[in-house]
């Protein structure tokens, strides 16, 4: 009877650690904090970029997003002038972001609304000021579009972007310019001084190219106090290649037209005391009957060398008073010699025929004039620099 009673109880602890060992090995994985607990969801939360800034640029977007849960609305309204921001949700809900710039000087109020996945609701607000600049430079173009709207420009036209302001964080600005050229042009900017950056390509344009300019200068900080006053894009478009070709040895002009000859004239440029610049000039203005006053370059009345006198079919070709014009004074001398104050003289039937034309943009080449090179400054000198150097001109290199 003891033998019996022993075997029974070996048996039954034996079943008992069977029964524990098959409880322990079970596939349910589920413990309090896991997700098959049923634990309740995250609660949404909702962030704001910048948050709380003050001195913000107005061309920082704010960005609004949401965690846990979706965006229902978003409004960024001007505490003083009331007027909303245009902005953006995205498709799927998490994220909102202005789409038009914010002023200057001015604080705006950001309310958001949320739902996250537990079906409850949350506000966010939050508050932004810009920053007030001392000074706005605006980004005027030259040449002016709506002057040169109707014709485009000529293969040698330099794209100028003047700025009313010193600019001294030239990198930053020039980051935020652009031509975009189709067909496609390889060209570089030149900081010709603190207000006046120039673009050209490595080689005269191409006709019937189109010309994208931006400036993308707004909320950018120029330096000093001063910032962009507003953002421009413009469109040109290149016309037909018109390059005369002026040869003071020949003392004769040939005019190409796409490369083609189209018209060989007798010339007569400046003497020797004041020899025309050499060098590649672009065609800047132009008049039927223009006043030309030597006291505009600092030769005035009572000074040796001083005139003033009204020219026909004048196209200016640099700042410091040189034009191919008509001058009926110097007609025995062209083809022969050089006795002008600089300009490059025709006779009547030529000056007209040249003016017709030529145009903004188109090029004088001028060689053997026994003039310095047309300098870089001197408007449009821009060809006067090599490709190498002209890049070295960038801000950015």
Same mark, same amino acid.
Do not use: E
């Given at each position: 009877m003891f033998f019996k009673k022993t075997l029974l109880s070996t048996a039954g602890i034996l079943a008992a650690v069977l029964l524990i060992s098959a409880c322990s090995s079970s596939d349910d994985t589920g413990t309090p904090n896991s997700p098959g607990s049923g634990a309740g969801e995250s609660p949404v939360s909702v962030s704001i970029d910048p948050a709380g800034g003050t001195n913000v640029s107005p061309a920082t977007p704010v960005v609004v997003k949401a965690e846990h849960g979706k965006l229902v609305d978003v409004?960024?309204?001007n505490t003083d002038k009331g007027n909303q921001v245009k902005g953006e949700?995205?498709? +799927?809900?998490?994220s909102w972001k202005s789409t038009e710039p914010l002023g200057y000087g001015s604080t705006y109020k950001?309310?958001?609304?949320?739902?996250g996945g537990d079906g409850k609701s949350v506000e966010q607000q939050g508050r932004v000021s810009t920053l007030s600049p001392k000074q706005q430079a605006n980004p005027n173009l030259i040449p002016a579009p709506a002057a040169v709207a109707s014709g485009g420009v000529g293969v040698g036209q330099p794209i100028v972007f003047a700025f009313?302001?010193?600019v001294k964080n030239k990198a930053e600005v020039e980051k935020k310019l652009s031509v975009e050229s189709t067909p496609k042009q390889e060209g /570089?900017?030149?900081w010709i001084d603190d207000k006046n950056v120039h673009y050209r390509p490595k080689a005269y344009w191409q006709p019937g190219t189109t010309l994208k300019v931006s400036a993308m200068i707004y909320g950018v900080d120029f330096g000093n106090g001063v910032y962009g006053a507003t953002d421009r894009t413009e469109t040109y478009e290149v016309h037909d290649s018109w390059v005369a070709k002026a040869d003071g040895n020949t003392e004769q002009m040939q005019i190409f037209h796409n490369g083609t000859l189209a018209k060989s004239m007798p010339? /007569?440029?400046?003497? +020797?005391?004041?020899?025309t610049h050499s060098g590649a000039h672009v065609i800047s203005d132009k008049h039927e009957n223009y006043t030309m006053d030597s006291c505009t370059y600092g030769v005035c009345q009572g000074q040796p060398g001083y005139y003033k006198a009204n020219e026909k079919w004048s196209l200016r070709i640099s700042n410091d008073g040189e034009f191919v014009h008509e001058n009926p004074n110097s007609v025995g001398a062209q083809g022969s010699s !050089?006795?002008?104050h600089g300009c490059i !003289?025709? !006779?009547?039937? !030529?000056?007209?025929?040249f003016y017709q034309n030529m145009g903004f943009g188109d090029v004088v080449e001028v060689t053997n004039s026994g003039g310095p090179q047309l300098p870089v400054w001197d408007l449009y000198g821009d060809w006067s620099k090599s490709w190498a150097d002209w890049q070295a001109g960038s801000a950015l290199n």
């Open positions: 409004t960024v309204s949700l995205a498709g +799927d809900g998490l950001i309310v958001a609304h949320a739902q009313g302001q010193p /570089s900017w030149y010339i /007569s440029m400046g003497k +020797d005391t004041t020899p !050089n006795v002008s !003289n025709l !006779n009547a039937a !030529n000056a007209q025929w």
